[in-house]
């Protein structure tokens, strides 16, 4: 696969003139090799060892960019094929299934009430599938109505005249015209150029998808992206698997290398249930684009859920922001708890609080991103850590002064009591379970 | 010049577990593909379903849930409405009342419920604890020796409790051993070993390896489900062949969006979807990531779950 940073220096000048940025054309040739600069950063490369080189560097799936402004995407650009190798890049985007005869704007109404913030990430639909049904006057209108609306337009229309039309309205906001087909690649590929938007193809099967794919290619056109639905569910998850799997292989087939569109509205229609389980499945296993009839929180919470987790970094951990985080109608008076700002503790801690009824104020103090026994290991989670941010974050806003800490760091209490005079520090169970149980208990004695 | 897509078959695979007995006993794992991907190889066992109920019986079910038990009285009518549901393959009794921090029920009540539920249905069986190690270690070796021909699997050996359970259910009465870790391939892998150190065959033993609700920490899910297929396809390590099970129902409902009423959350809707969601979403993703089983509660997922496998298959 990957070429030496040898092969490459081969075909460089060897002057080390510094104008690629490196000090020297083997140090240049390296970071090609790597993978952290373009081989066409050299001024002084020729045109043949660019052709022979940049196919063999390129990436083997290409990052495909559509949509502009706040509703520009980047598709793609993976290079594994499981998170723990190293991890994913490009989450999946979801679309809204549209058709002309539908209500639009009702439909759209709908599907934007989902829109939140999860982890500083936000959650809402972010493109719409226009289907072209046949009536191409009626599809320039649906196109019309999608348009400015701050989503990213999937055309899918194979109608070479109706997708000029469509493009002649929407093209300003880079839609994704997925229309392509063994049929009619040609003048797509010519409609596609013109409006310089990325081009979708289809297939009858996964050979004609493939083939249509090269022949594009062979035209010129990499600004691609593969409808990988099949006939049915099974077909769909062989050829959305068997395409990833082609071009992130040892020996990369590069013209399976683009993400893919996954279709539910047409192999589980008007299904929601199915529609949850294969959207979950599609995250897993190489959707890049996953359509559904609509977005509702039903389906929001558990797919956006899911699609954070398996795109987190595993190198990063998921930080909340510090601060007080209020639950279950807390108030100045509230008694404080504090734990540490990892994601999954936060979440942990704070759904079996919720559960408790208790009204309590969460405090997130900054540790790295850690749990619990790793950040107060790492020195992240101190008696100084917690009282500083006490002093400084929470004394001024809450009059309670009971701190319940978590029973794994139960040996921080006494420092902790000695660096915040007044307070009562308590200390609470070693696991997040035991939580509701507990805080019941110091209710009913009247503790807190 | 058509796709040539390399087969992603391996030489290795997964162990075959069968539970139950008679004409409706079942076998989960024996792939040598990755899950669904019956385009490399075909899936000589499909992924199986099963129903959980519990001896606390429906009033702290959801509503679709207790609706579709209407009329059962007994744990003998609801273990037999269960075995009937639509997409059912098996069941799991779930003895959450022994926990000494609930209701704190005697071990000689619990087998009364095991018996009730073993005479009525013939579906194969799971029998799950009350997840408090002390109580297990006695409740499970007992449900061993009362469900003893059965062929059951007892949920489950932990590495604190192994030894007594592990025995009881592995080598006294010829059960199925499931052998509980929390998401990690280490832990999981060591667990096997020990419990293959008692004695206990490999094929009387499935892995729970753990899990979480999507949205909750569930990359740790999804990487040591993937590491031990990975592991056990392609590095043929027999200590990781076992076939996973995976109790979803459990944490799917106790996560905040399941929970929440629709009074205190009016703009997330009906409170049943968002659970029937969860619930269905978790076991999509840890059945794509590896299990060979999964345990549900609701009818919606049991029947949506089990069409997409056959779908897949």
């Keep these: 696969m990957a070429l030496k940073g040898l092969d490459i220096f081969k075909h460089t000048p060897k002057t080390n003139c510094k104008e690629c940025g490196s000090p020297t054309c083997m140090a240049f040739s390296m970071k090609v090799a790597q993978g952290a600069v373009d081989i066409t950063k050299c001024p002084h490369i020729s045109e043949e060892a660019l052709a022979a080189l940049s196919e063999a560097t390129a990436p083997p799936m290409k990052s495909i ?16 094929l499981a998170r723990h190798e190293k991890t994913f890049v490009s989450k999946p985007r979801f679309a809204v299934n549209l058709t002309p005869d539908m209500d639009i704007d009702a439909v759209l109404a ?49 109608d070479v005249a109706a997708a000029k039309a469509a493009l002649d309205v929407c093209k300003a906001e880079k839609p994704i015209l997925c229309g392509a087909d063994a049929s009619n690649y040609a003048e797509m590929v010519e409609v596609a150029k013109a409006a310089e938007v990325v081009l979708g193809v289809t297939g009858a099967d996964i050979n004609d998808l493939y083939d249509t794919t090269a022949a594009i290619e062979k035209l ?16 769909t998850f062989a050829i959305t698997v068997q395409a990833r799997r082609a071009c992130l292989a040892k020996e990369p087939d590069r013209t399976f290398g683009y993400p893919s569109i996954v279709n539910l509205s047409k192999i589980a229609p008007n299904d929601e249930a199915m529609q ?3 959207a979950s499945v599609f995250i897993l296993k190489y959707g890049s684009i996953i359509v559904m009839d609509t977005m509702n929180y039903a389906r929001g919470l558990a797919l956006y859920g899911l699609r954070q987790n398996v795109y987190t970094d595993p190198q990063k951990p998921m930080k909340v922001e510090p601060g007080i985080y209020p639950l279950n109608g807390a108030d100045e008076n509230s008694v404080v708890l504090t734990t540490v700002d ?23 103090s900054d540790a790295g991103g850690l749990s619990v026994l790793t950040a107060w290991a790492a020195g992240k989670l101190s008696s100084t850590s917690v009282s500083k941010f006490i002093i400084e974050e929470v004394e001024p806003k809450v009059k309670s002064r009971k701190l319940i800490i978590p029973g794994k760091v139960a040996v921080l209490k006494g420092d902790i009591e000695a660096k915040l005079p007044g307070w009562e520090v308590i200390v609470a169970p070693n696991e997040a379970v035991q939580l509701v149980k507990f805080l019941k208990d110091l209710q009913a004695n009247g503790e807190i | 010049m058509p796709f040539n897509g390399k087969s992603g078959k391996f030489n290795a695979s997964i162990g075959t577990v069968e539970f139950g007995c008679g004409e409706k006993a079942i076998k989960i794992g024996g792939e040598n593909v990755l899950p669904f991907y019956t385009f490399d190889a075909p899936i000589e066992n499909a992924p199986k379903v099963g129903v959980m109920i519990s001896d606390l019986g429906l009033e702290a079910e959801p509503a679709g849930v207790k609706a579709y038990y209407e009329g059962c009285t007994t744990m003998a009518d609801i273990a037999k409405k269960a075995a009937a549901m639509p997409g059912a393959d098996f ?53 061993s020796e009362v469900a003893q021909g059965k062929n059951v699997i007892i949920l489950a050996a932990k590495e604190e409790d192994y030894k007594g359970i592990g025995a009881a259910a592995g080598l006294a009465y010829n059960q199925k051993v499931g052998a509980e870790s929390a998401v990690d391939i280490n832990l999981a892998k060591q667990l096997n070993v020990l419990i293959s150190q008692l004695g206990v065959a490999p094929s009387n033993i499935v892995m729970h390896v753990g899990t979480a609700t999507v949205g909750y920490g569930f990359e740790y899910v999804v990487s040591t489900m993937d590491r031990i297929k990975a592991a056990a396809l392609s590095q043929n390590d027999a200590q990781l062949q076992m076939p996973i099970i995976t109790p979803v129902a459990d944490e799917a409902w106790n996560v905040k969006e399941a929970m929440a009423s629709e009074e205190d959350m009016p703009e997330w809707g009906a409170q049943e979807a968002r659970g029937v969601s969860m ?23 049991v029947a949506t779950i089990s069409k997409m496998i056959k779908e897949l298959m």
Excluded: Q, W
């Design chain 2, 91 to 143: 069941v799991c009794l779930k003895l959450e009342g022994a926990d000494p921090n609930g209701e704190n029920k005697s071990t000689e009540d619990c087998m009364t419920v095991v018996k009730e539920v073993i005479d009525a249905i013939d579906v194969p069986l799971v029998i799950a604890g009350c997840k408090n190690v002390t109580k297990d270690a006695e409740l499970l070796t007992k449900a």
């Design chain 1, 342 to 364: 990892f994601a999954l503790t936060y979440f942990v801690v704070s759904g079996e609080l919720e559960r408790s009824g208790v009204p309590c104020n969460l405090v997130i």
């Design chain 1, 110 to 158: 709908e599907a934007n009430k989902v829109d939140y913030d999860r982890i500083g990430e936000r959650m809402h639909a972010e493109m719409v599938y226009v289907e072209f049904t046949g009536d191409a006057a009626a599809y320039t209108e649906a196109v019309k109505k999608v348009t400015g609306k701050g989503k990213t337009i999937i055309l899918a229309c194979k």
């Design chain 2, 279 to 301: 619930e269905v979403s978790t076991a999509a993703s840890v059945l794509a990531s590896g299990s060979n089983a999964v345990i549900l509660k609701h009818p919606t997922s």
């Design chain 1, 276 to 278: 949850i389980a294969l």
């Design chain 1, 65 to 80: 960019k559509v949509g502009t402004g706040d509703a520009e995407y980047t598709l793609g650009g993976e290079t594994v």
């Design chain 1, 220 to 235: 010129g056109y990499k600004e691609l992206v593969l409808d990988t639905t099949g006939k049915d569910i099974k077909e």
